[in-house]
């Protein structure tokens, strides 16, 4: 592989990981409080949607990313107010977020379908843009790049440095214990389901705005089920999201360059498009197949409802 | 202030009113939406409900799309029952789909009786092996089914594409990604002349005939109730839980699959790229407002078919994108889920506790 082709891959794989890490880290920080939000997929289309709308009429791209969050962060809030104050089933929830999620968006955004906006540009960092290899790749790039590691550094510190992740940890593990020593077990459940909505909504803004610039009905093409994926993939810890996103970003890419490429290949382009879907299923399997790695790591409120005694 | 009073026992009343009470919030939250678009929320009402089965023929087309719904909403509700989390119906009816279309392209010269009764074993089997891959894939090595499943939807899709744009494409079909139609012998006879009325309808009613007779009346279905209400206990009573596992997801994937193959041997008649048709998702739906229970299961399919019709009469005369339905479809679950914390809680008006 000569040195343009390495840098020119590893730049898409940056690009192509980038949502994954927003939307996945959103969701681990949700996970991390105990709610199971299956509704990534209707969340990150909300985002999507929103986002290329108002980029579109205020021709502000910074706008619409807002827009993307704050859309994604309302759908969320109906997650919320069902799974939380009503102790409705989260899988249940989740799922009808997600179709309504993909049907409120397609329903928004058939008026935008066919219209490109104009592509944002990068953003260059003086001196290690230079780099030989690697500085145009990860140091010429998009501003949601640079801002899904700091997000990175940020989670990290907040869940492992900060009182209020400490506290967030403690409802994700013991909602009973957290509520008898006084925490509000589901308003903190509340705020967490509504960071996870924020980032899935600038993942789907990502998507619609920055990565390819226009508005197509299922554009999120399973992004949103493939970060809960990573989650778990991630055995619930920030870094592992990280590496997981590069590597799901680089199967994405790399059937992209093989099809793009020309090569003449004896199987069919079809079977490289399921490449990341294949992937998903099998990174599952591999993380899953000791029982104890899933038992062991998963917040153990994840998913049940709970409800204050008293 | 009012405030929610967990109720000694869970409420049977409830559990049947809620889906009336969600229909009938998703109906008021319908006519907010028309008025928001700027349409009048009565007419708007009238063309989603009233003029898609003003006629014969809307009940059929009725009836048609309710088909497919009832099949994979049967199938699902034997796996919901046991919490086998199978999503990816949609998937597994695009197999069918393709299975019976197999069968169909491979036979297209024979007039034979057998075809039909092939197709449909095509399709069942297709659709439940792959359910086959995540039952295998959570019963071996404990990989989640929810994940699983609706990863292979999209495996799916791209499969279907490749078949119709390369190996199945039709030589006559002027390039376009779609097989041969079907020879009348691949078809389902029509049961009402002059509508698209076809043969599967009676299938999918037989099919909750049966379901009803596993989930109520067999010590199996009796099993995976009590696995998915009291999981404890299952495991107490020594009930194999990777057993319940593989019967929820197969039963499902077979019942997708025929949902596929009377698709493509009744409306379709042949395979091309646009079988997503949604089905298989908007079954899930089916499912929970039909409370898992074949009778209920049969309403929510109506419901949701007119849902269906709905959307492309406001599509054609009010101008509104399809997709309205998918929305209406969301908040139906929405909705549902949101009554049914009347099942376990009742509404009491007490003094605020500090």
Known sequence: M????????????????????????????????????????????????????????????????????FAAMAVALIFGFLTL??????????????????????????????????????????????????GEALYNQQALVYLSWALFWAVVWFLYRSRAGLVLRAVGESPASAHAIGHPVIRIRYLAVLFG???????????????????????????????????????????????????????????????????????????????????????LVVISRNVNTIRLNSPVSLGKPYRAEG | MLRLEPRAEASRLMSYLSPVLAAALTLIAGMAVFSALGKDPI??????????????????????????LMLCAIGLAVGFRANVWNIGAE?????????????????????????????????????????????????????????VSLMLVYVAQ??????????????????????????DSALLPILIEGTRLHAGFIIALTALVAGYAFMNRSYTGFKMRVAGEAADAARYAGFSANRMIWIGLLTGGAAAGIAGMSEVAGPMGQLTDKVNL?????????????????????????????????????????????????????????????????????????????
């Open chain 1, 2 to 69: 000569d040195a343009s082709l390495f840098s020119s891959m590893l730049f898409a794989t940056v690009v192509a990981g980038t949502p994954l890490i927003i939307v996945a880290l959103g969701l681990l920080v949700s996970e991390k409080a105990g709610v199971l939000n299956l509704g990534a997929e209707g969340m990150m289309a909300m985002g999507a949607v929103a986002a290329f709308a108002v980029t579109h009429h205020s021709g502000n791209p910074w706008l619409g990313v807002l827009a993307g969050m």
């Open chain 1, 85 to 134: 104050t009503l102790q409705a089933n989260q899988v249940a929830a989740g799922l009808a977020l997600s179709i309504f999620g993909v049907g409120l968006s397609a329903f928004i955004g058939k008026p935008f379908e066919s219209i490109a906006l104009p592509a944002v540009p990068a953003i260059r960092i003086p001196f290690i843009a230079d780099l030989p290899l690697i």
């Open chain 1, 197 to 283: 909505g924020a980032m899935a909504g600038i993942g789907g803004a990502f998507l619609s705005v920055f990565y390819t610039p226009m508005w197509v009905e299922g554009m999120v093409a399973g992004r949103g089920w493939i970060a809960l994926a990573l989650v778990v993939f991630a055995t619930w810890r920030p870094l592992r999201v990280m590496i997981g996103a590069y590597l799901f970003g680089g199967v994405m890419i790399t059937q992209l360059f093989i099809q793009g490429s020309g090569m003449q290949l004896d199987f069919p382009a079809q079977f490289l498009s399921s490449l990341p879907y294949w992937a998903t299923i099998i990174v």
């Open chain 2, 43 to 68: 007419e708007g009402l009238r063309l989603f409900l009233l003029s898609p089965v003003k006629d014969l023929y809307g009940v059929s087309e009725l009836l048609l799309k309710a088909t497919p």
């Open chain 2, 91 to 147: 998937g597994q009816f695009m197999l069918g789909t393709v299975g019976a279309t197999g069968v169909a392209l491979y036979f297209q010269e024979s007039d034979s009786g057998l075809i039909l009764p092939a197709m449909v074993v095509a399709g069942a089997v297709a659709g439940a092996a792959w359910a086959a891959i995540p039952a295998l894939l959570k019963t071996k090595f404990n990989a989640n089914e929810i994940l």
């Open chain 2, 158 to 183: 791209l499969f279907v594409s490749w078949l119709v744009f390369g190996p199945w494409k039709d030589p006559d079909g002027f390039n376009f990604p779609q097989t041969a139609m079907f020879g």
């Open chain 2, 278 to 354: 949604g089905y298989g998702f908007a079954a899930i739906i089916v499912a929970f407002v039909g409370r898992l229970n074949p009778f209920g299961i049969l309403l929510a399919s109506l419901l949701m078919a007119l849902l269906f019709l709905g959307g492309e009469q406001v599509q054609q005369y009010m101008n509104l994108p399809s997709s309205i339905s998918m929305v209406f479809q969301g908040l139906l679950l929405f909705f549902l889920l949101g009554s049914d914390v009347f099942i376990h809680y009742r509404l009491s008006f007490s003094r605020a506790t500090a």
